[in-house]
């Protein structure tokens, strides 16, 4: 029996796939692809943070900031590079604790 994934995976999971006595078939990805599989896993991982409650979602979210790392790696660029860029914008726009939802502008007015 097969089971097919097509995915990009975590470095470790091929030889956790032998240690259960399987065998997994694998390729390395060029920089294209992996920028493409990034990207998807990205998609993969946000759908699990939405479907998730509890530890489980701080499991997916910790696995989002893997694939954050590694495509701020593809940028030349570290996961501490990304979080100092978050707390300069948190700085000159704020964060999203205040839990403002804007509905909509209207023009031509002035604050009063």
Do not use: H, Q, W
């Amino acid at each position: 029996m097969e089971r097919i994934y097509n995915k990009l995976v975590r470095d470790n999971i091929p030889d956790i796939i032998r240690s259960k006595g399987e065998m997994p078939v694998t390729r390395v990805l060029n920089d294209a692809d992996y920028k493409k599989a990034l990207e998807d896993k990205l998609y993969e991982e946000y759908d699990e943070v939405i479907t998730s409650e509890g530890s489980d979602r701080c499991e997916e979210l910790a696995d989002m900031i893997e694939v954050i790392r590694s495509l701020a790696k593809l940028e030349n660029k570290s996961l501490e590079d990304i979080v100092s860029l978050a707390g300069e914008k948190r700085v000159k726009r704020g964060g999203f604790d205040d839990k403002i939802f804007l509905e909509k502008v209207k023009e031509g007015m002035t604050a009063g």
